[in-house]
């Protein structure tokens, strides 16, 4: 080959490796945000895991992309062991479908009307149409859509380039020498597994085969060591992507090189015993495209097929590679939801939304707990129970730091106007957690200081306190359930339930300097009674915050001043009804 011819075959790799990650790419988002939790929702069993995971490959366009999501899937703990082979074996197979995908590169056409069923005139086509949709269409859909076309058409592009950049080969005796080399299983073994990790690419390094096989110097016998070999090549982008996982995490990676390993160890023991016995015709078969992808796909079912009855030895034996360690937990028990913000979810946006999703939740709870042990120290002082509000609140500051980070790095990923909205919600409501919890911390605080200086209340102050107690506890309550649930019309109580309670503490400051005047109250009692109704005014205040981010948000605005005012103003009749509802239930 001339230099001239090589650069011409690797610019046909380029626009082939571009054109397949476009089009996968675009097809992911076609299907849809949510894409990537299908595989997180539905793999129960390993029949349902092996099925979709053929799917989601078939979609992805890439093995190595979702067996590096399952490792991730595994090491926050999310999904175990069990479940991500059969997502693993799955994938095993998905790869082989752009195989196929590619035959339609060496479509042949015809004279007259017949020379429109080329892959040239069909790869013009489809560009065409893939860039009228891509700069004229209106929705993301059909700009999408138009993508796919278009990552078709260069990868369509790309395979004929890389045919012709080759065709010179089929004259080379040096080049039909080597292909002969590569009869030995051993070796072309190695080449296959060679180039795909060096290609990061199962699906590249079978094209490029396919485009060699047009020369028509490619045999079975040479080509069918280089597909299995293909298949163990493809595990290293899944090993990287390990390091740095827990145990699991690691034999998840592990399970996927041993399929490879051990379906290609098996499979070649047999064929070439037989074929060592008695020669088999079809070691002599010139091989095309089609024929190419058929053996692909036949070696990857065949594979599975004969390592479905030794998974659970497999299994075992990732274990064994990988032994227990014992480790300092990273973690404690109140802040085990951080575990699911994991680093691998970043390339999958929908992914990661809902891990921090669920991650908030569990942030959400802590506060709403620690304040409720607040409430009890209140009533009753236990060191124990304050050592709780203070370990809860240290935990929401540990879920508010990784959160923030997470969500940030987030943003910064090509996402949706929809995952930008979510984004921006919880980045708002986290703070206004985390400061429930800080207050949380300062009532606990409030109630040792009680406690240390023997300070009581009088009966009505008391009486008053409880009153104020209960609806902070429900406002709280609404808050989170109403986040938690995103329940726009149970966020909507939060505002007249806010106004209730800031009416319940300026009501209360002024019954207390009456106290004070007539000497049934103290002066001392008085600072802490004020900072009492402080931090109470304070949490509804971060409740309504809460609320307003979640409505604001989905009516596509975010001004906090603006939206109060408005519905203040405005006193709808729902707003009215509940704010007549909370007066009466928390009147003093």
């Known amino acids: 080959m001339s230099i001239a011819n ?8 380029a626009l082939f490796l571009f054109g397949m990650g476009l ?20 793999t129960n069993t390993a029949l ?4 979709l995971g053929t799917v989601v490959t078939a979609v992805v366009q890439s093995s190595s992309a979702i067996s590096a999501m399952v490792v991730g899937f595994v090491n926050s703990g999310i ?5 991500a082979i059969g997502i693993i074996l799955g994938a095993n197979v998905g790869t082989s479908v752009t195989g196929w995908i590619l035959c339609l590169s060496y479509i042949g056409g015809g004279s007259g009307a017949l020379s429109l069923l080329s892959s040239t005139t069909i790869a013009a086509l489809v560009a065409l149409l893939g860039i009228l949709l891509r700069m004229t269409g209106k929705g993301a859909q059909k700009k999408h859509t138009g993508e796919i076309l278009l990552g078709f058409a260069v990868l369509m592009y790309g395979m004929q380039s890389m045919s012709d950049a080759v065709s010179p080969l089929r004259q080379s005796e040096a080049f039909l020498h080597m292909m002969t080399m590569f009869e030995h299983p051993l070796l072309g073994i190695l080449i296959g597994a060679l180039v795909t990790a060096v290609l990061q690419s199962n699906s590249a390094s079978v094209g490029i085969l396919q485009a060699l096989s047009a020369t028509g110097a490619i045999t079975f016998a040479s080509s069918f060591p280089m597909l299995m070999g293909m298949g163990i090549g493809a595990a290293v982008p899944v090993l990287l992507s ?32 037989i074929n060592a016995v008695n020669r088999l015709p079809v070691m002599d078969t010139v091989m095309s495209p089609f024929s190419i992808a058929l053996v692909n796909t036949l070696f990857r079912v065949g594979s599975i097929l004969i390592l479905c009855p030794f998974l659970r030895q497999l299994e075992a034996l990732s274990g064994k590679m990988i032994p227990e360690k014992t480790a300092p937990e990273k973690y404690n028990e109140l802040t085990a939801g951080i575990e699911r913000l994991e680093e691998r979810f970043l390339l999958h946006p929908t992914l990661a939304i809902e891990q921090s999703r669920v991650a908030i939740n569990s942030m959400a709870l802590r506060a709403q707990d620690g304040l ?31 959160l923030g980070t997470y ?19 919880y980045l708002h409501s986290i703070s206004d957690f985390e400061r429930i919890s800080d207050h949380s911390l300062n009532l606990a605080e409030l109630a040792q200081e009680l406690y240390d200086k023997n300070i009581t209340f009088s009966s009505a102050a008391l009486n008053e306190l409880q009153t104020l107690r209960t609806a902070v506890g429900e406002i709280v309550s609404i808050a989170v359930s109403a986040f938690i649930t995103n ?24 019954h207390h300097i009456n106290r004070l005047q007539d000497g049934s109250c103290t002066l001392g009692q008085g600072y802490v009674f004020n900072d009492l109704l402080t931090n109470f005014e304070r949490v509804a205040d971060h409740c309504s915050n809460i609320a307003v981010a979640m409505i604001e948000i989905e009516s596509d605005s975010f001004d906090t001043h603006e939206y109060l005012e408005s519905i203040r103003e405005m006193k709808s009749e729902k707003y009215q009804h509940y704010l007549d509802e909370y007066s009466k239930k928390f009147s003093i």
């Open 6 to 13: 090589i650069l011409h075959l690797m610019g046909g790799v």
């Open 23 to 42: 089009m996968g790419d675009s097809l992911k988002l076609v299907a849809g945000p949510k894409l990537e939790l299908v595989l997180y929702n539905l």
């Open 48 to 51: 349902k895991g092996l099925l």
């Open 79 to 83: 999904m175990n062991l069990s479940q």
């Open 242 to 273: 390990a390091i740095g996982a827990n145990r699991d995490g690691r034999r998840v990676s592990l399970f996927y090189l041993y399929t490879g390993v051990f379906g290609t160890v098996i499979v070649s023991a047999v064929f070439y015993t």
């Open 372 to 402: 409720a042990a607040s409430f009890e120290l209140l009533r009753h002082f236990d060191k124990k129970v304050f050592q709780a509000v203070a370990d809860m609140e240290d935990a929401v500051d540990t879920y508010e730091d990784a």
């Open 407 to 425: 969500l940030m790095k987030i943003s910064s990923q090509n996402i949706s106007e929809r995952q930008s909205e979510d984004v921006s919600k």
């Open 487 to 510: 329940d726009l019309d149970l966020a909507a109580r939060v505002e007249p339930l806010e106004e209730v309670i800031d009416g319940l503490c300026d009501e209360m400051k002024l």
